[in-house]
């Protein structure tokens, strides 16, 4: 089975819109989001709808959390808050609710893969897993994790391998079906890459082969700075986009 992941898409619809496309290319039979649908990026209800049109099963990343007010804005420098309180303006009263019954985390069994935004130890308490020590720390629920564990949050691309009681990190390239062998990825960031690559990442797993591709991908990031501007978000929204920063 082919699934197809966006993640940490924040509010930016051609970034989205690139992504999906892609993935209607390569003929996928799931869509899955990790989380953080809005926060940041101008179109909040446009990526809400776009993802609730193609069935995407969406998890509640902590801006999405933040929104809907099941986390404090507290947590957020003051333009991110911003931007929190700017959405929930935005967001039609069926977008709210769409995002008020998003779950932390989806599992396929079968397939041998669960999706995560943050991460399988704390899937509520976003916790970051961009170094080892923070893949080691699941060393200790190694029989509960599925083969392979996909993560957003980060907005990096990250790939840890985990056997006999150690996490190694690895390439996203090595990742395959194996006994005894857990692996947590992170697919970076569809709407606001932070690996000074400034293309969307969007990624595609093949549960046959348990192979994860990771696809970057242009798109038209200039209209997406511009609708920025005129929403009145902070400037440095759409700058970053220009420097995947
Ligand atoms: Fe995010």
Redesign the pocket.
Known sequence: MKIGIV??V?SNMEALAAALSYLDEQQVEQIVCL??VV??GPSPNECCEMLQEVNAVTLL???DAAVIGAMSTEYYYDAARLAIQWTRRQLSTHNLEWLYQLPYTYRRPKEDVSFF?SAPICPSGYFYVVFKDDAQAHIRMFDKLTGLSLL??S?LVRAFRLSDGKAKETQVTEIRREEDVRYIASVG?TG?PRDRNPNGSVALYESDSGELLIHRFDYDREATVAKIAEAGLESRFGERLLTGS
Do not use: E, F, L, P
């Open positions: 993640s940490d924040h989380g953080d926060g940041y990343g902590n801006h935004h957003g949050h907005h960031s606001q």
